[in-house]
């Protein structure tokens, strides 16, 4: 198992869990429960649950992939155009069941490539990934989001 792997499979949800829910982000406009419930959405994307077309301008499709799969950190504050500029409403009842939720979406993320390694997914803004570009950048965004809520 790759770092990236054990990162996502074993480390991420109990830094998570230290989240109380009342935290005020570095930055962003997301609750620590809707910063979960986007993730949930990114995991969702990954595998194939949540399906959305291609943002990006093609031609600009091979310079925002190769940020993506780069080691440079995404800036505090990125834009993301599926997002509106008020945070979506909470979808679970908790910041539990929105940990939960999310480690579901990790397993089916595994289960999903372990059936399938050859899968290919849209990413919206940064092209058709594979197994490792997905987690290459599932890893890069939880390390955002953990850097936003103080966690790492």
């Not at 930055?27 to 959305?52: T, V, W």
């Not at 008020?86 to 929105?98: D, F, G, M, N, W």
Request: aromatic residues 12%.
């Amino acid at each position: 198992m790759n770092t990236k792997e054990q990162f996502l499979k074993n480390d991420y949800l109990p830094l998570l869990r230290k989240l109380k829910g009342d935290e005020k982000g570095n930055f962003g406009k997301l609750s620590p429960q809707g910063m979960i419930e986007h993730m949930c959405d990114a995991f969702g994307n990954a595998y194939g649950r949540i399906h959305l077309a291609l943002h990006t301008k093609e031609e600009m499709v091979p310079r925002f992939r190769e940020f993506a799969l780069s080691d440079k950190p995404f800036k505090e504050n990125t834009p993301n155009a599926y997002m509106t500029e008020q945070p979506e409403p909470l979808r679970k009842a908790s910041i539990t069941e929105a940990i939960a939720d999310l480690e579901k979406e990790i397993k089916t993320f595994f289960d999903f490539y372990n059936s399938n390694p050859d899968a290919i997914k849209l990413n919206p803004f940064f092209g058709e990934f594979n197994y490792n570009d997905w987690l290459h950048l599932l890893h890069k965004h939880a390390n955002h989001h953990l850097k936003q809520f103080n966690l790492i």
